[in-house]
Structure formats: structure tokens, C-alpha cells
């Protein structure tokens, strides 16, 4: 074989093996490329309807959520309206629940995607949800008669007490004023109802709530007592639905910067001074 043969065969055997080099990559790119892993998967939200934000909620606390004839009203509707637009979602309440149903409603899934009743975020709560970013800074109040003239909750020793079952005012009452008859009620304004006709001398909640009540429909109560428990609110999410949560909470920090936060608490708590939204 003379020397030209030999180098021809070399150099042909270089580009075969170079040909074999470069399919063997092509083949292993195309089978990396980007795919949706299975823990990818596991992060997308998870919504009882599709493109839809199922809410449940008492619907019974102005003015933050009540019922004005078959609508939903009140600043979290108004709030939870803005997100919904935001995350390109349509916003649906279910009928009222129980408020002490709520929360493990959420947790089991399929029945709603988030809850919305002014739930004071605590660690007893967390061991069953997660909360999204607090929105609104809250106490607690004690109501009463008037025509009472009860000086603060001191007074209230062995006296029914009312306040709402599963609430943060129920759980103060059993703790600060351990004599009383406390009396647990469905919903606040039942324990509000049942002060006027005298069947609680008292009902402690939350104190914007109470505000609310004694300037408008019971008019004849006051707040006897504030109570600074520096309670603060979250919506309520399933554990099993972290996508959920992250995009609630990157909606109300964007609504707060861009003022609608603000605009809606301004309607709402006029001359109160909006809390900071933390992502």
C-alpha cells in the first residue's frame, strides 16, 4: 500500500469516527431537553375548578365579607376580587360555611381553594394551613349594653360572655375571663343579637368588626374594653398547595405597590393607616 492510500484511509476514518462523535451529542441533547419534571408538576396550583378561585368564608363579618342579598360584599371581596384579576382568575364564593368548618375544609381540599374570614394567623391554625402574607392588623373589643354600664371585661366575672365558636375572642375569653359562662355562637352577630336581648351580658371580637357593629346596626352597644392582642390576618391555603399561596402572596405585594391595596383599604378604613405587605 503506497503512502497516499494509507493517508486517505486515516483521514476517512477520522471523519467517521467524527461523524459518530457529533450524532451520539445531537442524540443526548434532544433528550434533555427542558420537560416539565414530575416536582415541577408538583408545584403547579391546584384550583377545585379550573380557572376558577373557589372562597370560602362566614360571609358574616363586615365590614371586611357579609352577605347583601345573594352577593358577597365588604373589603376581602373587594381585595380577593384584585387578586383573582390579577392571577387571571374568575373569583367564586361558596354559599356561607361555619366558621369553625373553614379551615379544615381547606385542608382537605376539593371543596374550596382558599379561605377568606378574617382568620387570625396563630400556630394552633398552622399545624392544619398555611397562611398567605398578613393584610390587615387587628385586636380584639368587648361589646356590651350601654344602659350596662360595665367599666371593662373585669366586670364580666361570672356573667355570660358570647363570642363566635373557633375564634381567636372566643379562646381570649376562656383565658382572661375564666369565670364567665362563656356562651360559643355560629356567627358574630349572633352573640352581638344575643347581648341586646339579654342573653349575654357581653361578646368579644375582633375589634375593627366591633367598631363597625356599634356605629351602625347596634347602635345601642359599646365597646367597654379594647384589647391590644396584635393579631394579624392571612388567607387561609391547603399545605399540599404551596403554588397557591406564593401566587396570593406575589398578587398583594404587586396590588400594593401599585396602589390598589391602599385604594381599597382607603374605602374601607378611612383615615386608618394601611399595614405593609411583606413578599
Not at 368588626?209 to 356599634?214: I, L, T
Request: glycine fraction near 8%; aromatic fraction near 8%; hydrophobic fraction near 40%.
Amino acid at each position: 500500500m503506497n503512502k497516499r492510500k494509507v493517508i486517505a484511509l486515516l483521514c476517512a476514518g477520522v471523519l467517521a469516527a467524527s461523524m459518530m462523535l457529533i450524532g451520539c451529542t445531537s442524540k443526548t441533547e434532544s433528550t434533555t431537553e427542558p420537560t416539565k419534571t414530575e416536582t415541577e408538576a408538583t408545584t403547579e396550583m391546584k384550583l377545585v375548578k379550573e380557572g376558577v378561585l373557589t372562597v370560602g368564608s362566614d360571609c358574616d363579618y363586615p365590614p371586611f365579607i357579609s352577605m347583601s342579598g345573594d352577593e358577597a360584599v365588604g373589603f376581602e371581596v373587594e381585595l380577593m376580587e384584585a387578586i383573582g384579576d390579577h392571577l387571571g382568575l374568575q373569583v367564586e364564593y361558596l354559599p356561607p360555611q361555619k366558621f369553625d368548618t373553614i379551615l379544615a375544609s381547606v385542608a382537605a381540599g376539593g371543596k374550596m381553594d382558599i379561605g377568606v374570614s378574617s382568620f387570625t394567623i396563630n400556630d394552633e391554625r398552622k399545624k392544619m394551613i398555611d397562611f398567605c402574607t398578613p393584610y390587615f392588623d387587628s385586636n380584639q373589643a368587648v361589646v356590651a349594653l350601654k344602659s350596662k354600664a360595665y367599666a371593662n371585661a373585669a366586670a364580666l366575672a361570672g356573667l355570660k360572655v358570647g363570642a363566635q365558636s373557633g375564634t381567636t375572642g372566643y379562646d381570649w375569653v376562656k383565658e382572661n375571663i375564666p369565670t364567665a359562662e362563656l356562651v360559643g355562637f355560629d356567627e358574630t352577630s349572633q352573640a352581638v343579637a344575643a347581648v341586646v336581648s339579654g342573653q349575654a351580658e357581653a361578646a368579644v371580637y375582633d375589634e375593627p368588626v366591633a367598631g363597625e357593629h356599634v356605629t351602625t346596626s347596634y347602635s345601642e352597644c359599646e365597646i367597654i374594653e379594647r384589647v391590644p392582642t396584635g393579631e394579624q390576618y392571612g388567607f387561609a391555603v391547603a399545605k399540599e398547595n404551596p403554588a397557591l399561596k406564593e401566587a396570593v402572596n406575589k398578587a398583594l405585594v404587586e396590588l400594593k405597590a401599585n396602589g390598589t391595596f391602599d385604594q381599597i383599604f382607603e374605602k374601607y378604613f378611612p383615615g386608618v393607616q394601611p399595614p405593609a405587605i411583606k413578599g
